[in-house]
């Protein structure tokens, strides 16, 4: 529904600082201050556009490169039911790529660009898939952490302004919402399990819980997009108030887990009604999003591959279009 870009009405189109455009921008934001969805068709800021098409296509990109770190154990899965349910989760995150790829082609760019920007490293994808998934925990921690912190942020961005956008997130979040439970049942399982595999567990947990603070992005202070973003509604709480929301909820579940999280700095303050914890590693966030994370090569290039050896699927798909387009052309 969201990829017939044939079904759009042309746009007002007003000169770039002309009083036409002023008007045009006013009812924009009165609308999103009155909490009314900006749909394809409307009338919006050519920086709203670009803003979207930057997050979303980003967005879309980690749910398909977020495939690779658990298909890697796929074929290592202990039990045909962890296999199955796995098999399951991980076909779900390439529907939810394809589900925010249209959302975002109703902004008037193609799938193949965004794919592009992806494949030539000029799109980013979320920074917590350039790190290896090392152990069978760690499809429990991906499941509890990664999707329970992607989930922390999705149900915020299911109110955002955008109704394609905000419309895919309700589904995704139903669906995180199985993927973060299977993924702490198989915690679950580990810590009543032999100390071999509490102890993968709590090395698993070790690993990954810096790396998922991360995915909120950087401090509020340093998020250069965040301002205009909450102010046109896409976003629609910040990237410390989140990660401040995954930190208050992680804790007692670590706990029931009977596992530590690695932060000696983390403890309840009365004061403010939060857990306080640590400083983040920023330079290593940096450095993972330039590209120097443990596995960014790995997984580009295996986006790369996959593009290549689909070349026959396309022109399979292409042949079948032009046969048909004869034929009903003939008819
Ligand atoms: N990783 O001004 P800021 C899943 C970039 S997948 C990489 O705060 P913004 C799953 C940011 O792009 C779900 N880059 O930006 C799948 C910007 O760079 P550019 C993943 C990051 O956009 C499979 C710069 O830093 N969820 O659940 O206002 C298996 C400045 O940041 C990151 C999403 O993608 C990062 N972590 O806010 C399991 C959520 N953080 O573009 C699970 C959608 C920041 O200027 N995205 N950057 O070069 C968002 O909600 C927002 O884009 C962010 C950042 C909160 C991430």
């Known amino acids: 529904m969201y990829g017939d870009t044939s079904i759009q009405k042309p746009m007002k189109i007003a000169k770039s600082g002309s009083p036409e455009e002023a008007e045009l921008e006013r009812n924009f934001q009165a609308k999103i201050d009155a909490d009314i969805k900006i749909e394809a068709n409307d009338w919006m800021p050519e920086a709203y556009r670009k803003t979207l098409v930057r997050q979303m296509s980003q967005h879309a990109h980690s749910e398909i490169v977020g495939m690779q770190p658990e298909g890697t154990w796929v074929t290592r899965a202990p039990s045909l039911r962890r296999k199955v349910i796995l098999l399951a989760k991980v076909q779900d995150e390439g529907g939810h790529g394809m589900y925010i790829y249209s959302g975002a082609e109703t902004l008037g760019t193609s799938r193949e660009t965004m794919l592009d920007d992806l494949r030539t490293g000029k799109a980013k994808y979320s920074s ?52 973060q439970r299977q993924g702490y049942e198989l915690l679950i399982t580990l810590s009543k399990g032999t100390q071999e595999q509490k102890d993968m567990l709590q090395e698993s947990v070790n ?125």
């Open 128 to 179: 917590i898939f350039n790190y290896p998934a090392l152990s069978w925990a760690d499809m429990g921690t991906i499941g509890w952490l990664v999707d329970g912190a992607a989930i922390t942020n999705q149900v915020a961005l299911a109110r955002c302004s955008y109704g394609p956008y905000s419309r895919a997130m309700v589904r995704i979040c139903k669906e995180e919402s199985f993927h």
């Open 207 to 331: 690993r990954l819980w810096w790396p998922s603070l991360m995915m909120f992005g950087p401090c509020d202070d340093d998020s250069p997009h965040s301002a205009q973003s909450m102010k046109w509604k896409i976003k629609r709480k910040s990237n410390d108030t989140l990660r401040q929301e995954f930190v208050d909820a992680s804790v007692g579940q670590a706990k029931f887990l009977g596992i530590t999280l690695p932060d000696p700095d983390l403890k309840w303050n009365e004061k403010r009604g939060h857990y306080d914890f640590g400083e983040i590693d920023w330079a290593e966030f940096y450095d993972v999003i330039k590209g120097n994370g443990p596995c960014n090569r790995e997984r580009v290039n295996n986006v790369i591959k996959a593009h290549e050896d689909g070349a026959w699927v396309r022109t399979a798909a292409e042949a079948y279009a032009e046969k048909h387009a004869a034929k009903e052309d003939a008819a």
